[in-house]
């Protein structure tokens, strides 16, 4: 059973800043890649970033490329999104994911976390 709990999301203004954290348990997910995906309402969920389990970025969405970072320490099984010049576009539930396989982890990933709220103000 693997269980992924986001936390960091909140409110913030346009311009700034948040960092997400996404523990993993239940297995050790350090030979995984994982990810970041978002839903805003009335959209569909997109992929916003991944890494490959050695910690090299794989993937960051056009949206976000030169705002977020994606990082992970594999010794506390905990992957960051670190989120900066915050847009009101941005907001949206943000999930963190996981899979075995980099194919799958930007498109279908197997496991997913409850998601957390960001909301950026303009």
């Known amino acids: 059973q693997v269980q992924l709990v986001e936390s960091g999301g909140g409110l913030v203004q346009a311009g700034g800043s948040l960092r997400l954290s996404c523990a993993a348990s239940g297995r050790t997910l350090s030979t995984y890649p994982m990810g970041w995906f978002r839903q805003a309402p009335g959209k569909e969920r997109e992929c916003v970033a991944a890494?490959?389990?050695?910690?090299?970025?794989?993937y960051y969405a056009d949206p976000v490329k030169g705002r977020f970072t994606i990082s992970r320490d594999n010794a506390k099984n905990t992957v960051y999104l670190q989120m900066n010049s915050l847009k009101p576009e941005d907001t949206a539930v943000y999930y963190c994911?996981?899979?075995?396989?980099?194919?799958?982890?930007?498109?279908?990933?197997?496991?997913w976390g409850q998601g957390t709220q960001v909301t950026v103000s303009s």
């Open positions: 994911t996981s899979d075995p396989r980099l194919y799958t982890i930007v498109r279908s990933p197997t496991y």
């Open positions: 890494i490959s389990w050695t910690g090299g970025p794989i």
